[in-house]
Nanobody, 119 residues
Framework: QVHLVESGGGSVQAGGSLRLSCVAS????????MAWYHQVQTRELVAAIS?????TYADSVQGRFTISRDNARNTVILQMNSLKPEDTGVYYC???????????????WGQGTQVTVSS
């Protein structure tokens, strides 16, 4: 069974930085897409990265956040700089993993980590 475990959330003042980490365990196949989502009311994509390292970002975090991954360790990192109060919310790690016996792919989520940015 696949598990995603996030760490690194916390409270910081505006302009500060936080680093979120997510480790995936239990996968029998290579993890394809990994991503971070931000939720206040709805869950919105923050950044995503392919297995090959191609990254995409939401416009609101472009230039401030950096997503990276270590395929050997099944880890994805979100470096968040120049944080703003509107970045406050719960951040969820996501992984898309192929089924080893079919063409299906499954989405897995972490439990979420709280980020609070004060002005």
């Amino acid at each position: 069974q696949v598990h995603l475990v996030e760490s690194g959330g916390g409270s910081v003042q505006a302009g500060g930085s936080l680093r979120l980490s997510c480790v995936a365990s239990g996968s029998d196949t290579d993890i394809k897409r990994m991503a971070w989502y931000h939720q206040v009311q709805t869950r919105e994509l923050v950044a995503a990265i392919s297995r090959g390292g191609a990254a995409t970002y939401a416009d609101s975090v472009q230039g401030r956040f950096t997503i990276s991954r270590d395929n050997a360790r099944n880890t994805v990192i979100l470096q968040m700089n120049s944080l703003k109060p509107e970045d406050t919310g719960v951040y969820y790690c996501h992984a898309r993993i192929p089924d080893p016996y079919s063409v299906q792919e499954y989405d897995y989520w972490g439990q979420g980590t709280q980020v609070t940015v004060s002005s």
